[in-house]
Every structure is written in C-alpha cells, then in structure tokens.
C-alpha cells in the first residue's frame, strides 16, 4: 500500500515521518503536529498502516467543547 504522495522522495513515507517523531519522544503528540510533519490529514490512516507494520501506538482523546482531539505515542517495549 503506497502511503505517500508520488512527489515525496522514495523512503520518505508520511507514515516513517510519524513514526519517526513518536520514536523520538515519549510524550503525547497531538494529530495536528503528525499532520504538519507528514504533510497528510489522515493521520490515523498512518497510524493504522503503522500498527497494521506491528507498532504499538497508543491513542488518547480529549474534548474541548466540539471538537475532539487526539493524541499518539509509541508504546516503548518493557525492559
């Protein structure tokens, strides 16, 4: 499945750019900053084809009066 628009460099897949953010952080990180580095609105889209590649991505929402927002971070293996 071709995740990335044909004028994006090959290996510069929106999904490796979010996955390369939630690699370097253990924060949540809201779907606005995801979008904004992935040059993608479908964010979870990416995130779905990211678990679907055996990641474990956590997801948490919260509601400020109608909108809802969302919130990923990789889940770090236990040691």
Do not use: F
Not at 44 to 56: F, Q, V, W
């Amino acid at each position: 499945m071709k995740t990335t628009h044909p004028s994006v460099p090959a290996g510069n897949t929106q999904a490796g750019r979010i996955l390369a953010v939630l690699e370097s952080t253990a924060a949540w990180v809201g779907m606005p900053s995801l979008s904004r580095v992935s040059g993608s609105l479908n964010v979870h889209s990416r995130i779905t084809n990211l678990r679907e590649a055996g990641y474990k991505i956590d997801q948490q929402q919260h509601r400020e009066g109608h909108a809802i927002h969302s919130e990923y971070r990789l889940r770090k293996a236990a040691r």
